[in-house]
């Protein structure tokens, strides 16, 4: 069975920096991306990686802070987040694509998702 593991949540002072990990089983998975959702806001993408990793797509809000990467050979994606802000408190969701292997800001264009893990960013 498919799916997607997502790990490294917690609380950090503004400032301060976590990892996020999301590893996949079960199947091939090509682009992947996180997604978040604050408290009382819609789903917000943030960033997406292609298959080869030799691509990437930030939000603006977080150029310069976060830094996406992956290991094909772990079946793991990674979301270093620096210099948090109290604003990037949300669930953040792994998201995977089995179809497209470019990055993508759409939704739509991932069909596996993680659980969610939350990141708590104090003032």
């Known amino acids: 069975q498919a799916q997607l593991v997502e790990s490294g949540g917690g609380l950090v002072q503004a400032g301060g920096s976590l990892r996020l990990s999301c590893a996949a089983s079960g199947r091939t998975f090509y682009a992947m991306g996180w997604f978040r959702r604050a408290p009382g806001k819609e789903r917000e993408f943030v960033v997406a990686?292609?298959?080869?990793?030799?691509?990437?797509d930030y939000v603006e809000s977080v150029k310069g802070r976060f830094l996406i990467y992956r290991d094909n050979a772990k079946n793991t994606v990674y979301l270093q987040m620096n210099s948090l802000k109290p604003e990037d408190t949300a669930v953040y969701y792994c998201?995977?694509?089995?179809?497209?292997?470019?990055?993508?800001?759409?939704?739509?264009?991932?069909?596996?998702w993680g659980q969610g893990t939350q990141v708590t960013v104090s003032s």
């Open positions: 990686i292609s298959r080869s990793g030799g691509s990437s």
């Open positions: 998201a995977a694509s089995t179809k497209y292997h470019g990055t993508s800001r759409w939704y739509g264009s991932y069909d596996y």
